[in-house]
């Protein structure tokens, strides 16, 4: 049986190494870390994953919410937000998407 591919989109280096540690643990393969939507198009084109996690503020030309609703069109790939952020505004806009789901970053230290 093979495992669940994971692809980790953010920005924040020491928040990705941990959660590729906890995800490692936890049996699943981690395709890779993208920083932004440029590393992200390099990622996916290297090995598709079968989720995304994505973190919805990222630096560069294009947030997660536009990268998450291009993969969507273009791959079929289930997305699941990550955010520091709870601002309804904020999860109003990436609903647009039609992500899996959110976890709240802050959510994260509980899962050790």
Do not use: W
Request: net charge negative; glycine share 4%; charged share 25%.
């Amino acid at each position: 049986m093979s495992k669940s591919k994971i692809l980790i989109v953010e920005d924040e280096r020491i928040t990705a190494e941990d959660l590729k540690n906890t995800l490692d643990s936890l049996g699943y393969e981690v395709t890779g870390i993208a920083s932004s939507s440029d590393s992200f198009y390099t990622c996916l084109n290297s090995v598709v994953p079968d989720l995304v996690l994505m973190d919805i503020f990222l630096k560069g030309k294009k947030d997660g919410i536009e990268l998450a609703t291009e993969v969507k069109e273009s791959h079929q790939l289930p997305v699941i937000f990550l955010t520091a952020y709870s601002d309804p505004n904020i999860l109003e806009r990436a609903k647009i998407s039609e992500p899996f789901g959110y976890i709240l970053k802050l959510s994260l230290i509980h899962i050790r």
